[in-house]
């Protein structure tokens, strides 16, 4: 098996040694460059920049929880007032044991090498495989693995490569054991509400497609099987939330408003962007494609032209360029398939009927792009390798279209390829490697590490009690990173926690919310950012030291204690906090040299008396 895969890979096995053939070159050369894109960040360390919206702000401590907690119960004690373990449920859900230490940063940076490491691979194998070039792969390999993916989401995106490879491979009665091995790997490490529900529809699609040609599925099905229980297995009870099984409490989703699209837009938007976290970056690649289109009628036409003059014995297109536009067509009418699928789940035509079904038509079903980028970029590569054969097996006019189509690619993709490099972490890190006074938010900058142990020894040694005895809140300063240092917390980021948590919160934000209609829409009709919201300032949820403070910041006080808070955690000096019945606990802020936050600690003046402040 392993001499198999190696020789897949573009090596030759002999004598019992492995010996570079051709393909070798742009497999080795595309994982060292995957190998340099997390160097910058692995020196910087917890210094280092990372994306941290729907990363660090939800995913990345939904980890670090549920690690604290794995083999304890059905709640986590510390989120939200102790909410179950399904208000975080994990993405990748084997990738828990990375954060079983509590280093997050170390977690999140073997995720992302693993993640692009998996996806070249991935994509060079199958693009190597449809086109039987290596350097094609190689290249289709690096544009696919440098996507600025979030690594949170282990292999959902990343790994779908791969397993469209052992796909096919099983469907050939190939690498059988391999790619049973993988197709489980796969489900332990994604996402059945992200890709998996896509992969498995497209999966269940060729299935249908075999058993119509009376093809063997026995391979293949098995596979299939194998994911879907690995799925079910994980999300059982979820599922059974969702489905209204047992006595599961009202998720906050079902005050959850639907609102809907122009069918027309979302269509567009779901063809050349893609789906939020899920963008392809294949905008130029797509274009560039016609250039295929374009060369192959010139051809044709070309050779009707030879075929005249030479009384009907004209010339057909290559055996192996056909192949590379069947399969370049079937790429692109699944991708194409899922934008209108998900288009039409997200129009306005059809917010009534999602509306009707309750927690099910919350479900985000344009999340099954995440499948697309996949597809896009292995068009691309069939792309480049019809041209590839055209320019060899055609002449004059034929040969000179795809040679302008080619170099129009290579345009499309080194564009690209710089797009990438430049929109991501990578940049971001390598700018703060030259220079540490770089402005953007750091790992250490979001999690205030170096001020929020400072809050934590401080209220231990005033009142004598330990984290686990108080709850707090945070304002300006985003809850994961009170999460990150063990505070247990009444806010938080869940995209599935109890209705009950949301309607007892909204009467703590209620002042604010009637001062601001984006903030009460925000709050009320999704609700998965579950803050304490401030009109001062609406969006922002991290507010950097000395340059902002709240002059009229109004919460109940009461409903807040009703909850069983203790402490507010504060990014911003609130002016009129005797007003609001809050008492601040240190006059100074809690603050490092170089911290983005300084933090002040408010407790509530009616119980100052009673605490036991030494």
Excluded at 255 to 269: C, T, Y
Excluded at 364 to 384: E, K, N, T
Aim: charged residues 15%; neutral net charge.
């Amino acid at each position: 098996m392993a001499r198999g895969i190696w020789e897949s890979m573009g090596m030759r096995v002999a004598g019992g040694r492995t010996k570079d053939r051709h393909g070798s070159i742009w497999l080795w050369a595309g994982i060292c460059m995957m190998v340099l894109t997390v160097v910058p960040g692995m020196i910087l360390g917890e210094d280092g920049i990372i994306t941290y919206h729907d990363q660090l702000d939800s995913e990345a401590i939904g980890y670090l929880l549920q690690a604290r907690h794995l083999f304890s119960g059905d709640k986590i004690p510390e989120f939200m007032g102790g909410s179950l373990k399904t208000a975080i449920t994990m993405p990748a859900p084997i990738c828990v044991l990375l954060f079983l230490g509590g280093n997050v940063w170390g977690a999140l940076t073997v995720m992302q090498l693993v993640g692009r490491l998996i996806g070249f691979v991935g994509m060079y194998l199958l693009s190597k495989e449809l086109t039987g070039h290596a350097w094609i792969g190689g290249l289709a390999g690096a544009l696919y693995g440098l996507l600025p993916y979030l690594p949170v989401y282990g292999l959902s995106q990343y790994g779908i490569g791969l397993l469209v490879w052992c796909a096919l491979q099983l469907r050939k009665g190939k690498y059988k054991a391999f790619s049973y091995g993988y197709t489980i790997l796969f489900g332990l490490a994604s996402s059945l509400v992200l890709s998996g529900a896509g992969l498995l529809g497209l999966g269940g699609l060729m299935l249908l497609w075999d058993l119509c040609r009376k093809r063997k599925v026995g391979y293949f099905l098995w596979a299939w099987l194998a994911l879907l229980c690995v799925y079910m297995a994980e999300n059982f009870q979820l599922l059974a939330q969702v489905l209204g099984l047992g006595q599961q409490p009202a998720s906050h989703k079902a005050e959850l408003v639907i609102h809907g699209d122009s069918f027309w837009e979302a269509l567009r938007r779901g063809t050349f962007v893609g789906v939020q976290n899920g963008e392809g970056y294949h905008e130029l690649l797509l274009l560039a494609m016609l250039a295929v289109v374009l060369a192959v009628l010139l051809a044709f036409w070309a050779q009707g032209r030879r075929s005249q003059g030479k009384h009907g014995s004209g010339e057909s297109l290559s055996p192996a360029l056909v192949l590379d536009l069947k399969y370049m067509g079937i790429c692109l009418g699944c991708g194409l398939l899922l934008a209108l699928l998900s288009a039409l789940w997200d129009c306005s035509a059809l917010v009534g009927l999602r509306r009707a079904l309750g927690t099910v038509g919350a479900f985000q079903a344009d999340r099954i792009l995440w499948v697309a980028p996949c597809l896009w970029h292995l068009a691309f590569a069939c792309g480049l390798g019809a041209l590839w054969e055209q320019q060899k097996s055609c002449a004059g006019l034929g040969r000179l279209a795809a040679n302008g189509g080619l170099l129009l690619m290579g345009v499309a993709a080194g564009a690209t390829g710089v797009r990438l490099l430049l929109g991501g972490d990578i940049k971001s890190n390598v700018q703060k490697l030259r220079d540490p006074q770089y402005g953007m938010m750091s790992f250490s900058d979001y999690y205030a590490i170096g001020v929020l142990e400072q809050v934590r020894d401080f209220l231990e040694e005033q009142t004598g009690m330990r984290q686990e005895e108080y709850r707090v809140v945070s304002l300006g300063i985003d809850p994961a990173a009170a999460y990150y240092h063990g505070f247990y917390c009444l806010d938080g980021y869940s995209n599935n926690y109890s209705l009950a948590h949301k309607q007892a919160f909204r009467e703590v934000l209620r002042p604010e919310l009637e001062k601001s209609e984006y903030l009460r829409v925000l709050f009320d009709e999704w609700g998965n950012r579950c803050y304490l919201f401030s009109s001062e300032c609406p969006g922002y949820y991290t507010i950097e030291k000395h340059g902002f403070f709240f002059q009229d910041y109004q919460l109940n006080a009461a409903a807040l204690q009703d909850m069983g808070c203790d402490w507010i955690l504060s990014a911003a000096y609130i002016g009129n906090a005797e007003s609001q019945g809050l008492v601040l606990m240190n006059e100074a802020p809690f603050e490092t040299k170089d911290s983005y936050y300084g933090i002040y600690v408010y407790g509530f003046a009616d119980r100052s008396g009673k605490m036991s402040l030494k």
